[in-house]
């Protein structure tokens, strides 16, 4: 979820676990994603394959585990 803080006011909850994107690790995610599609400006689609790809997507961080841990937050109960 896209959302401008993590916390969580004491009315609200979720059931289950959520992860909050605020808006500076939205761009930061934006400027990753971008600099991983300027790989394949030059790239032959013919020869590509899953491997080059997964290997692409760990070195610009957006394997799944590096977009958890390192744009998305916990959320935070205020109860």
Same mark, same amino acid.
Request: charged content about 25%; overall charge positive.
């Given at each position: 979820?896209?959302?401008?803080?993590?916390?969580? #006011?004491?009315?609200?909850? !979720?059931? #289950?676990?959520?992860?909050?994107?605020?808006?500076?690790?939205?761009?930061?995610?934006?400027?990753?994603?971008?600099?991983?599609?300027? @790989?394949?400006?030059? @790239?032959? !689609?013919?020869?590509?394959?899953?491997?080059?790809? #997964?290997?692409?997507?760990?070195?610009?961080?957006?394997?799944?585990?590096?977009?958890?841990?390192?744009?998305?937050?916990?959320?935070?109960?205020?109860?």
């Amino acid at each position: 979820m896209i959302h401008p803080t993590n916390a969580l #006011q004491s009315a609200g909850s !979720f059931l #289950q676990k959520v992860e909050i994107m605020r808006v500076n690790e939205l761009k930061h995610f934006i400027s990753r994603v971008r600099i991983f599609f300027k @790989q394949f400006e030059n @790239q032959d !689609f013919t020869n590509l394959s899953a491997s080059h790809v #997964q290997m692409l997507l760990n070195r610009h961080s957006l394997s799944n585990k590096d977009l958890l841990k390192d744009v998305t937050k916990s959320v935070k109960n205020n109860k």
